[in-house]
């Protein structure tokens, strides 16, 4: 297990990107968030590569991701994190729930699972199936309906949706990300998770697999998605711009104004290291906006961000 030493350190956080793709602008901002907020509280911050999925991950992608970071000076605590290296862990921890009773196989299809309404009606729960060509799914009898969002307040999910029985490991015989992400989390004794919005969702799910297992809840603060043009969110899947090349304390500085921080007066002979600096001594959470939208215009980017409504 990776237990970090935190009782001299109380805050621990995390970055934790997928390697299907580089770093864009929207990741950067999950980066960057992320990172002021630890440092802010003289806290440690981690980064986790996510790649235990590998039919959407892309060769070298890893390795970019960090390059990247480094670049922008977003330096980490301790080693890079591999879910792709923690397999066993995560078996261990499916066959204590298994052998609790908490877990149990299921050989729906996504078409059977639509054509009952798009939300698993709990299928397979007593039918004791052997684990060949079947998921793994977690017993939800006492699901969590809300949670509070350090930004956004008292955040409530669709009830269908918290109670489903969820999976933890697929038919595929990958790990689920609910799983390797709380185990991951749990084991760093991350004590709070930064991420992007499009995330509230599986929180509840997360939070219902943490009282499973009987371990600590960290806290939660979501930031708000870089938006295209279109209102699609900026992402590798919708070819998102890598921001490999682009002007460091330039895009930094874009970054600090998406997330509402305040610029020092001149920029003009900061490096990236002295400009984060600055930003971690005036990092204000209540400045962040709870909804954004970015646009991108080639060689341009504008920003517009507002409250939520």
């Known amino acids: 297990m990776l237990f970090y030493l935190h009782t001299m350190m109380t805050y621990i956080g995390r970055f934790a990107p997928s390697p299907s793709g580089p770093l864009h602008f929207g990741s950067l901002i999950a980066a960057i968030g992320s990172y002021l907020r630890a440092r802010a509280q003289q806290g440690s911050w981690l980064v986790?590569?996510?790649?235990?999925?590998?039919p959407r991950e892309q060769p070298g992608a890893a390795a970019q991701i960090l390059r990247t970071?480094?670049?922008?000076?977003?330096?980490?605590?301790?080693?890079?994190?591999?879910?792709?290296?923690?397999?066993?862990?995560?078996?261990?921890?499916?066959?204590?729930?298994y052998q609790q009773g908490k877990t149990y196989h299921c050989?729906?299809?996504?078409?059977?699972?639509q054509a009952a309404g798009g939300f698993y009606p709990g299928t397979c729960r007593d039918k004791q199936y052997p684990p060949l060509n079947a998921a793994v799914r977690l017993r939800v009898d006492a699901p969590c309906l809300s949670f509070q969002d350090q930004l956004l307040g008292l955040i409530t999910v669709e009830p269908r949706l918290a109670s489903e029985d969820f999976i933890l490991k697929r038919r595929d015989g990958l790990f689920a990300y609910n799983l390797a992400v709380v185990i991951d989390d749990?084991?760093?004794?991350?004590?709070?998770?930064?991420?992007?919005?499009?995330?509230?969702?599986?929180?509840?799910?997360?939070?219902?697999?943490?009282?499973?297992?009987?371990?600590?809840?960290p806290d939660w603060?979501?930031?708000?998605?870089?938006?295209?043009?279109?209102?699609?969110?900026?992402?590798?899947?919708?070819?998102?711009?890598?921001?490999?090349?682009?002007?460091?304390?330039?895009?930094?500085?874009?970054?600090?104004?998406?997330l509402g921080q305040t610029l020092p007066d001149d920029i003009t002979d900061m490096t990236a290291e002295s400009l984060l600096h600055w930003a971690v001594e005036h990092w204000q959470l209540s400045s962040i906006p709870t909804t954004a939208s970015v646009h991108h215009d080639q060689e341009n980017i504008t920003f517009k961000s507002g409250n939520l409504t």
């Not at 050989?107 to 699972?113: D, K, L």
């Not at 709070?192 to 939070?207: C, K, N, S, W, Y």
């Open 107 to 113: 050989c729906c299809t996504r078409a059977q699972i």
């Open 48 to 54: 986790r590569i996510e790649d235990i999925d590998p």
């Open 69 to 97: 970071l480094e670049r922008f000076s977003l330096h980490w605590d301790g080693e890079v994190i591999y879910q792709s290296q923690r397999h066993e862990r995560y078996q261990a921890i499916l066959d204590e729930l």
């Open 186 to 217: 749990a084991d760093c004794g991350v004590t709070e998770v930064v991420r992007g919005a499009d995330l509230l969702e599986p929180t509840v799910r997360q939070i219902t697999l943490y009282q499973q297992l009987g371990w600590p809840v």
């Open 221 to 258: 603060l979501h930031l708000p998605l870089a938006l295209q043009q279109n209102g699609l969110k900026l992402s590798k899947q919708n070819h998102a711009p890598a921001i490999d090349e682009w002007p460091v304390v330039e895009t930094l500085c874009q970054a600090l104004l998406f």
